[in-house]
Each structure stands twice: as structure tokens, then as C-alpha cells.
């Protein structure tokens, strides 16, 4: 149990890595010129680089700790996206709140309900009545939330297939 918690400790911090790197290729524009020479690759790959592997780490610690659990039915639909929402959600809502204080106060912004609700239901890619959302930069959250959702009831549908859930 200790060699699967330490692999999990690993596994955080390189998921902590792919965040910096993200954030750093978002901050080129603020600190551009003085440290391009020393952060050329960050700001260059770090959005595609980091997300994918976020991804891709993210995936399997979920497909690790959870897969056996969804596919014999030990947990529920339910408990497992409030699992993800608790994780998630508060980060999230810190973010866009953030957010949009920073476009106000910066840019004079004027945030009315139909700005901000897709921003706090997480619909951050212009799903609805083509309003984009304002916390652009948290669209990966969203994402990940969809991969969550997907995830399960891939499982849920590959139950009695276990080889089935390969193919998804």
C-alpha cells in the first residue's frame, strides 16, 4: 500500500507541473519579455503540452481508483460526480470569481446574470445561445468534468465486458 501511495504522490506532482507549465504559457503575455529566454518552451508548449498530459495522468488515477469500483456497481453515479465536483468546484468558483472582478475593475466590464451563469454551471465553451463565457482560461476544467461524466457511463456501458472499456 505504501509503493501505491507514494506512486500517487509522484503522479500529483507531475499533474502539479502540467498546471505550472499551463500557467506559464498563459502568463507570456504579463512577463513576455523579461524571462522569454529562460522560459521559451513553456511559453511555447506548455498549453498543449501540459493539458495533454494533465489529461492523461488525471485519466489514470480515476481509470485506477475507480474502474473495478463503477464496474461492480460499488459506486453510484451520484457519489462519484460529488466526489469530482468537491474536488473541483471550489477551485473553479475562486477562478471566476477572480476572474471577474479582474474584468471589471481592468477593463470596466459589465457582468450581468446571463454572463455570469454558464461561468458558474461550468459552460465554458459557448453551448448556449453562443454567449462565451468570461473565465476562458478554466475551459479545461470544464473538460475534465465532461471526461469525468463520459468515464462512468463508459464503464457503466462495458459491465460484463471488461475488454469493451479498452475500446472507449
Given at each position: 500500500?505504501?509503493?501505491?501511495?507514494?506512486?500517487?504522490?509522484?503522479?500529483?506532482?507531475?499533474?502539479?507541473?502540467?498546471?505550472?507549465?499551463?500557467?506559464?504559457?498563459?502568463?507570456?503575455?504579463?512577463?513576455?519579455?523579461?524571462?522569454?529566454?529562460?522560459?521559451?518552451?513553456?511559453?511555447?508548449?506548455?498549453?498543449?503540452?501540459?493539458?495533454?498530459?494533465?489529461?492523461?495522468?488525471?485519466?489514470?488515477?480515476?481509470?485506477?481508483?475507480?474502474r473495478e469500483k463503477i464496474l461492480q456497481?460499488?459506486?453510484?453515479?451520484?457519489?462519484?460526480?460529488?466526489?469530482?465536483?468537491?474536488?473541483?468546484?471550489?477551485?473553479?468558483?475562486?477562478?471566476?470569481?477572480?476572474?471577474?472582478?479582474?474584468?471589471?475593475?481592468?477593463?470596466?466590464?459589465?457582468?450581468?446574470?446571463?454572463?455570469?451563469?454558464?461561468?458558474?454551471?461550468?459552460?465554458?465553451?459557448?453551448?448556449?445561445?453562443d454567449i462565451y463565457p468570461y473565465n476562458?482560461?478554466?475551459?479545461?476544467?470544464?473538460?475534465?468534468?465532461?471526461?469525468?461524466?463520459?468515464?462512468?457511463?463508459?464503464?457503466?456501458?462495458?459491465?460484463?465486458?471488461?475488454?469493451?472499456?479498452?475500446?472507449?
Amino acid at each position: 500500500m505504501n509503493r501505491t501511495q507514494k506512486m500517487f504522490h509522484s503522479l500529483t506532482g507531475l499533474r502539479g507541473l502540467c498546471i505550472l507549465m499551463i500557467v506559464i504559457h498563459h502568463m507570456e503575455g504579463y512577463f513576455g519579455a523579461p524571462f522569454s529566454s529562460y522560459l521559451h518552451l513553456p511559453y511555447r508548449w506548455g498549453g498543449v503540452m501540459g493539458n495533454s498530459f494533465f489529461f492523461m495522468l488525471s485519466g489514470f488515477v480515476i481509470s485506477y481508483g475507480y474502474r473495478e469500483k463503477i464496474l461492480q456497481g460499488q459506486t453510484a453515479f451520484g457519489g462519484f460526480i460529488r466526489k469530482r465536483l468537491a474536488k473541483i468546484y471550489p477551485m473553479y468558483l475562486i477562478t471566476d470569481l477572480v476572474q471577474a472582478c479582474f474584468l471589471v475593475y481592468e477593463q470596466g466590464m459589465i457582468l450581468n446574470f446571463r454572463s455570469i451563469m454558464p461561468n458558474v454551471f461550468m459552460i465554458t465553451t459557448g453551448w448556449v445561445d453562443d454567449i462565451y463565457p468570461y473565465n476562458v482560461s478554466c475551459w479545461f476544467v470544464s473538460v475534465l468534468f465532461l471526461c469525468y461524466i463520459l468515464y462512468y457511463v463508459l464503464c457503466r456501458l462495458s459491465k460484463g465486458h471488461p475488454g469493451r472499456l479498452i475500446y472507449f
